[in-house]
């Protein structure tokens, strides 16, 4: 067993109330093959990136979940079937912690790397401030 995230965005036609029961519908898939929801997190609706379907809002939910891989297969499969949902991803959470880990570990780095140059071009301006200086006394 496997610990996974679930994005879905529904078409934002449907009726914000009957989000959670359709989508309860479909997360049966993963309790009848012994899995666990172990959150349900509905977002509502939301600007998309981009037009989908000719539609350019979405009402976002993300589910976390544990099971097994066979079983996220057909929970994907079963969302991909329904005409409400416009888009779904899955994702094992280790790989989703490890992506943001990584994305972290680079903007510091990038950080490190500007406040080194400043603090370079900072000792550089302070040198040139002290050099005219002595020439004069």
């Known amino acids: 067993m496997h610990q996974y995230e679930l994005m879905v965005i529904l078409d ?3 009726d914000e109330r009957t989000v959670a029961p359709s989508l309860d ?3 049966n898939v993963i309790r009848n093959d012994g899995g666990t929801v172990d959150k349900v997190d509905i977002w509502g609706r939301r600007r998309l990136a981009y037009e989908i379907n000719k539609k ?3 009402i976002y939910a993300v589910v976390d979940f544990t099971a097994e ?3 996220t297969n057909e929970l994907d499969r079963q969302l991909n079937l329904s005409e409400a ?11 989703a912690i490890a992506q943001v880990a990584a994305h972290a570990k680079a903007q510091e780095e ?3 790397k500007k406040a080194a140059a400043s603090a370079k071009a900072g000792a550089k301006a ?4 002290k050099a ?3 020439k004069d006394a």
């Not at 949902?85 to 790989?95: C, H, I, N, P, S």
């Not at 302070?126 to 401030?129: E, L, P, R, S, V």
């Open 126 to 129: 302070a040198a040139a401030a």
């Open 132 to 134: 005219p200086a002595s």
């Open 85 to 95: 949902v416009m888009r779904t991803k899955v994702l094992r959470a280790e790989e």
């Open 69 to 71: 891989s066979a079983t």
């Open 110 to 112: 990038k950080a490190a």
């Open 12 to 14: 934002p036609e449907i």
């Open 25 to 27: 519908k479909f997360l």
């Open 56 to 58: 350019s809002e979405g």
